[in-house]
């Protein structure tokens, strides 16, 4: 073999090195599961998240394919079909490539596994992992938090076609109407722009007045600083005195521990009750 011959050979070996080299990073590589095909394919799966997974079924509930891929009946609500839609989910995402059923596990799982198209507000805002109002004290509670903006007087207003609300209205009277403001908005298209009220205006409140305040930032005076609590605002607060009695009577110039442990009663019992008019009043007296 002649040198020329010897450096083409040599020059062969070096390019079928390179080419078996390449292609055994390609299978390691290569896709190993429906869920890496996904990915590998820029796709956004759903999560871990159960509201994400009620979105889902938000979404796609009008699809016969779908509520048989999930095993839903007909009927059921977002709440009791999510955790069947994330388990059908779980389970085509480990299908190998090697496996017969790989090709349809992938077409349900681009389908119904991945960020949908929302249809509606209440579907997007429930993929973004916020809790939606539901509960006779939600709407309550929402008059109560928002009863002091105009914009929202008037949007529930519009929404059942009643001039005669107003900020004054009590909360038991009109939280149906509040209701019909939020059911009206989450039926709607979330490119329709109203999204914000719904996220503004319609999501799910705190059970509690202490678990309010504190979301907001609140801290609330707990085992001590009753005494100092009770100085700052004995002044201020005309209603202060009548309100937190219990036995013994109290004004301005009643000492610090007697107010402060009474404050400090009172407040306990206060912080554990649901958002109501007299919400500031807790606020100002319990929290710092």
């Known amino acids: 073999m002649n040198a020329l011959t010897t450096k083409a050979v040599a020059g062969l070996g070096v390019a079928g090195a390179l080419g078996t080299a390449s292609a055994g990073a390609w299978y390691v590589s290569r896709p190993k599961d429906v869920k890496s095909k996904l990915i590998s394919e820029g796709l956004t799966l759903v999560g871990s998240s159960s509201k994400a997974w009620r979105s889902v079924f938000l979404t796609h509930n009008g699809d016969s394919e779908f509520m048989s891929f999930v095993g839903v009946e007909s009927g059921k609500s977002d709440k009791e079909a999510g955790s069947k839609v994330m388990s059908a989910c779980e389970g085509v995402m480990k299908v190998s490539v090697d496996s017969e059923?790989?090709?349809?596990?992938?077409?349900?799982?681009?389908?119904?596994?991945?960020?949908?198209?929302?249809?509606?507000?209440?579907?997007?805002?429930?993929?973004?992992?916020?809790?939606?109002?539901?509960?006779?004290?939600?709407?309550?509670?929402?008059?109560?938090?928002?009863?002091?903006?105009?914009?929202?007087?008037?949007?529930?207003?519009?929404?059942n076609s009643d001039t005669s609300l107003t900020k004054e209205s009590q909360a038991d009277t009109v939280k149906d109407k509040v209701k019909k403001f939020c059911d009206d908005l989450k039926i709607q298209s979330p490119d329709s722009g109203g999204v914000a009220d719904y996220e503004k205006y319609c999501l799910q409140t705190p059970s509690s007045t202490k678990i309010f305040y504190e979301n907001l930032g609140s801290r609330f005076v707990g085992e001590s600083g009753w005494e100092s609590k009770f100085d700052s605002i004995k002044t201020g607060d005309n209603s202060l005195f009548n309100d937190i009695k219990n036995t013994e009577t109290l004004n301005a110039s009643s000492p610090s521990d007697k107010g402060g442990s009474q404050l400090k009663a009172w407040c306990d019992k206060e912080v554990v009750k649901e958002l109501s008019d007299s919400h500031q009043k807790t606020r100002d007296r319990c929290f710092n």
């Open 101 to 159: 059923d790989y090709n349809a596990s992938l077409d349900k799982a681009r389908k119904y596994c991945t960020t949908p198209n929302f249809k509606t507000i209440e579907a997007k805002v429930l993929f973004s992992d916020r809790e939606i109002a539901f509960e006779d004290r939600d709407w309550k509670n929402l008059f109560t938090i928002h009863k002091g903006d105009d914009a929202f007087i008037e949007k529930v207003k519009k929404a």
